[in-house]
């Protein structure tokens, strides 16, 4: 924390959404396609060609408004806002202005050694995307019009942050929400969802804003993190010298960590918004929000607290299990077949998501399903295989495909439970250890572990552990 300054940031966010189709015409959506070979009269606003709007965009919207506790706007309009770029036929970007769909929401973040903190959403609005410039040799650049007309959401926040940590914690949590809803893939490689940042800095206990910059385009947790803070730098370094901030956009630079003046920074008056008169005002009913709403996933949030309050899971586990939907399916699916959470989750976070990580494969491409992983927990259960046998069987149900008892039967793991076979192990092994079994009836009770491994090693892991730990209790005290 700087001492003489306090920082203020309000995040601009752009949510691709995941529709198949765009946001006012029927061209494909699909990422990577040949340059130019997704766009028609419509996107490439040729004259005369007329927009009609796509009807999941509105319920998407609605699900990110409902998500972010927004009120839903029983009637918006679509408006034009003017600005000349060569990735924009049109000259003007359809979007909306003084009637957006969602406002006055908020969100919950955490934040360091404060606590909770409320961040307010002023606004969600659904808006088309431009095209997309392509540099060539440097002299030169042509336009791919694939993305032009792709539906966006803006996400417009309350200027209520105070840190890069604090802008990263709500951003992490606003994209972990429109993933959760369906709404956005969340590839911010490819641009799906990205940020704009607009940072100032004002003396402690001074109410009015200072002047701020925005910096455009961020695409990475860490940029955006980097970025805010160079920027909050630079402007403390503008003040301290005597010198005004200027109000600008500005481009980072992640290779060189810093950032620089693109252009002045535009107010809406420069856009000359106006209705747009080719679409329809936009009048949402109760009813339809109520359908909406009830289509809504349980979001992270209340994921973690239910799976803290019914399960007994401790805090990092939820957080774990919750931060990917679906992950957190995985899992209760699970549960649903083998009512432990406790036991379920320690299988998910280990065995499942190492085997995960090492294949580099997804969840939803675990070849080891909740049923089957649930069949390996109640053999452990009746006593059929043993704890480390069980994790045997997890790897060769995830080569093979086959059941618990299929591999155990196929396999021989069964665990030995007959009490006189595993006596016969333990009285092999204490007499192949008369050093350990001295210092064990000195004292040295630690190593009772050593003499249970030897049992378990001579058994091939299939005595039942509880069992020979017992006898060797009572022979080593003999």
């Known amino acids: 924390m700087n001492s003489r300054y306090e920082v203020v940031i309000g995040l601009e966010v752009h949510v691709q959404l995941t529709t198949k189709t765009k946001i006012f015409c029927g061209c494909s959506t699909e990422f990577g396609q040949p340059t130019n070979s997704q766009t028609c009269p419509v996107c490439l606003g040729l004259p005369g060609a007329l927009p009609v709007l796509n009807r999941q965009v509105v319920e998407d919207a609605i699900k990110a408004g409902l998500a972010t506790n927004c009120q839903i706007a029983p009637h918006s309009i679509f408006a034009r806002k003017n600005y000349f770029y060569p990735d924009l036929p049109k000259g003007y970007q359809i979007s909306q202005f003084e009637l957006p769909i969602c406002e006055h929401?908020?969100?919950?973040?955490?934040?360091?050694?404060?606590?909770?903190?409320?961040v307010g959403i002023t606004r969600i609005h659904m808006e088309e995307d431009a095209g997309k410039l392509l540099h060539n040799d440097g002299n030169s650049s042509a336009v791919d019009l694939n993305r032009a007309c792709t539906p966006l959401l803006e996400v417009v926040s309350e200027p209520d942050m105070r840190s890069s940590?604090?802008?990263?914690?709500y951003l992490k949590q606003l994209h972990q929400i429109v993933v959760y809803l369906g709404i956005c893939d969340g590839n911010l490689e490819e641009g799906s969802f990205r940020c704009d940042a607009n940072v100032s800095i004002r003396p402690w206990g001074q109410k009015e804003l200072g002047t701020r910059s925005e910096l455009k385009n961020l695409n990475s947790f860490r940029f955006i993190k980097q970025a805010i803070e160079?920027?909050?730098?630079?402007?403390?370094?503008?003040?301290?010298?005597?010198?005004?901030?200027?109000?600008?956009?500005?481009?980072?630079?992640?290779d060189a960590g810093v950032s620089r003046s693109m252009r002045s920074k535009e107010e809406a008056h420069d856009y000359r918004y106006f209705p747009d008169p080719d679409l329809l005002p936009l009048d949402v009913s109760e009813d339809w929000i109520k359908r909406v709403r009830d289509s809504l996933p349980e979001l992270p949030q209340v994921k973690i607290l239910r799976y803290q309050n019914s399960m007994g899971l401790p805090t990092y586990a939820a957080e774990v299990l919750a931060a990917e939907r679906p992950l957190a399916e995985y899992f209760e699916a699970l549960v649903n077949h083998y009512d432990k959470p406790k036991l379920c989750s320690n299988w998910v976070m280990g065995e499942v998501l190492g085997a995960l990580k090492d294949n580099q494969m997804e969840v939803v491409d675990c070849p080891v399903s909740p049923e089957?992983?649930?069949?390996?927990?109640?053999?452990?259960?009746?006593?059929?295989?043993?704890?480390?046998?069980?994790?045997?069987?997890?790897?060769?149900?995830?080569?093979?495909?086959?059941?618990?008892?299929?591999?155990i039967e196929e396999k021989g793991l069964k665990q030995v439970t007959d009490i006189g076979a595993i006596e016969a192990i333990v009285d092999e092994v204490i007499a192949a250890n008369p050093s350990p079994v001295a210092e064990y009836q000195a004292?040295?009770?630690?190593?009772?572990?050593?003499?249970?491994?030897?049992?378990?090693?001579a058994s091939k892991g299939k005595a039942n552990p509880g069992m020979a730990n017992q006898l060797l209790k009572k022979k080593l005290s003999a």
């Open 443 to 457: 004292g040295k009770e630690k190593l009772m572990s050593f003499f249970v491994g030897q049992v378990m090693k």
């Open 165 to 169: 940590d604090e802008a990263i914690s």
């Open 372 to 407: 089957l992983l649930a069949g390996i927990l109640l053999r452990i259960d009746d006593n059929t295989i043993s704890g480390k046998i069980a994790k045997m069987v997890f790897e060769e149900i995830w080569r093979s495909g086959k059941t618990a008892d299929q591999v």
């Open 230 to 254: 160079y920027e909050v730098e630079r402007q403390i370094d503008v003040v301290d010298e005597g010198g005004q901030v200027v109000q600008e956009t500005r481009l980072f630079d992640p």
């Open 105 to 118: 929401g908020w969100m919950d973040i955490e934040t360091e050694g404060l606590g909770k903190k409320r």
